[in-house]
């Protein structure tokens, strides 16, 4: 797999997150953000470990222990700390901060601790996303700052980023359908509690079931299984601003699909996400070489 070929397969996971937003609205009315992420991780997580076993791709001989449970427990965290922060500072500011500050976190974390430095077309990209994003939803709703759900949201923010540098690590030696599997089935496993804190009885329902399914075996197994394959060849802090992808396809899917409109200010930053991802996009292919001419040397 070359590096466009890797951007593509990271930008359609996003695309697929951005999908739930959309597949939650077909819900029925009262069921809880927390009980729908638990629902999701579990289905995915479920389908991911059956698709391994099937194919012969479980090997857990020399399996790195540490790395995976780092991973597992920050994907299990992002969800209760996101769909927490949405519910008490708003759908815009818990947004807003946790999608906004993964990329800058990822890009510091992987500078000072992992000691890989971003490429260089990273940081402008980065802040013309994420800027992009601050109006796109801003703009959207009465804006209420609570400082525990602005807590929250930055929580989920450095968990999606740890599991992208500790996930991109994982790739590198082993199956990337190995490693979501088996990362997802630990996450599922440790929020598994919360199916009996919350009420599931939605997900027996036709509509409750079709949504899960879609949430679980598309926006989660498939989508998470894309990211990491195209995590093997694109920085982490590169896949986690071209992740960015996610609220530009939910922000289209509520255009088209639910039928919401966007204020003028909104497009603007419609048109500064796609011009930063764009802008990123053309920064690894021009970079990519050098940086394979640096690691044979």
């Known amino acids: 797999m070359n590096g466009k ?8 996971a996003a695309m697929l997150w951005g999908t739930t937003g959309t597949m939650q609205t077909l819900l029925p009315e009262g069921v809880h953000p927390v009980a729908v992420g638990t629902a999701r991780l579990a289905v995915g997580g479920i389908a991911l470990f059956i698709i391994v076993l099937f194919v012969g791709k479980l090997n857990l001989k020399s399996w790195p222990i540490k790395p995976t449970i780092l991973a597992a427990l920050s994907m299990a ?24 500050s993964a990329p800058i976190l990822s890009g510091l974390m992987e500078w000072l601790i992992w000691k890989r430095r971003p490429i260089r077309a990273w940081w402008l990209s980065t802040f013309l996303a994420i800027v992009g994003c601050l109006l796109l939803f801003l703009n959207q709703s009465s804006v209420y700052v609570d400082p525990l759900g602005l807590l929250l949201a930055l929580g ?10 500790v996930s991109k690590d994982l790739v590198k030696s082993y199956s990337s359908i190995s490693v ?13 509690p919360l199916l009996f804190v919350y009420d599931m009885t939605w997900i027996t329902e036709l509509r409750g079931a079709a949504v899960s399914l879609h949430l679980g075996l598309i926006a989660t197994a498939l989508a998470y299984f894309m990211f990491a394959k195209g995590l093997v060849h694109v920085p982490s802090s590169t896949a986690v601003t071209l992740s960015l992808a996610e609220p530009l396809t939910a922000a289209f899917l509520g255009v088209f699909i639910v039928g919401e409109e966007l204020s003028f200010i909104s497009w603007i930053g419609v048109s500064m996400l796609l011009l930063g991802i764009g802008f990123l996009i053309k920064g690894t292919e021009k970079e990519t070489p050098r940086m394979s001419e640096v690691n044979r040397v």
């Open 180 to 192: 979501v599997a088996v990362v997802f089935t630990l996450s599922a496993i440790l929020l598994s």
């Open 77 to 100: 965290a992002y969800q209760p700390f996101f769909f927490t922060a949405v519910t008490m500072t708003g759908v815009a500011i818990g947004t807003v901060v946790a999608i906004g």
């Open 5 to 12: 070929v890797a951007i593509v397969m990271v930008l359609v």
């Open 156 to 165: 989920a923010g450095l968990s999606f980023a740890i599991y992208t540098i």
